[in-house]
């Protein structure tokens, strides 16, 4: 049987987004702690919680390979010390327009659910950008846009912060 899950995008819904730039060292990682109250939601409503999320800054030489999945062990650890177990990081780390797992293409999440048997009509992706929205449709997500500006938005829900998205995401998954 096929589980469902909710996809979460990194920079700006799991941690504090760096502007332009990139997270290049743990220290400069802040984790939102919205999304933690978020993903324990999710989880205790019974869905997988999983990161999709582009790091271009590899391909750029702006970090390594190494210093990234670095960084991202030490998210799930912080994670797992706050009762939140991930099922998964699924990262597009090459240039635009170079592969088919870079958001807004559905890459990311088609490989999380032929990986682990997720049912992508039952999962939501959740971003705050239009292009996190692009790529849950377009793998046939539900979605969930995080953002404080008044924008036309194709997504399925809109909500001004990750404090509102905690606060309602125990109704919108039932």
């Keep these: 049987m096929k589980q469902k899950c909710v996809f979460f995008d990194r920079d700006g819904v799991v941690n ?25 939601c999710a989880a205790a409503k019974g869905y997988a919680v999983v990161i999709a999320t582009n790091q271009r800054g590899v391909a750029r030489g702006i970090m390594s390979q190494k210093t990234l ?19 998964g990081i699924f990262c597009c780390t090459h240039e635009r327009d170079s592969c088919d797992c870079r958001k807004p293409l559905p890459g990311l999440l088609l490989q999380a659910a032929s990986e682990h048997a997720i049912d992508l009509t039952s999962s939501w992706m959740i971003g705050d950008k239009e292009t996190d929205v692009a790529a849950g449709r ?27 998205l905690a606060a309602s995401l125990d109704s919108i998954l039932g």
């Design 16 to 40: 504090v987004s760096p502007g332009p730039g990139y997270v290049e060292r743990w220290e400069d990682f802040h984790l939102i702690p919205e999304f933690v109250a978020a993903a324990r």
């Design 138 to 164: 377009a793998a046939g997500c539900h979605t969930i846009l995080v953002s404080g500006l008044p924008a036309e938005s194709e997504a399925d829900l809109t909500v001004g912060t990750m404090a509102e």
């Design 69 to 87: 999945d670095a960084m991202h062990a030490k998210l799930r650890s912080a994670l797992s010390e706050q009762g939140v177990e991930l099922l």
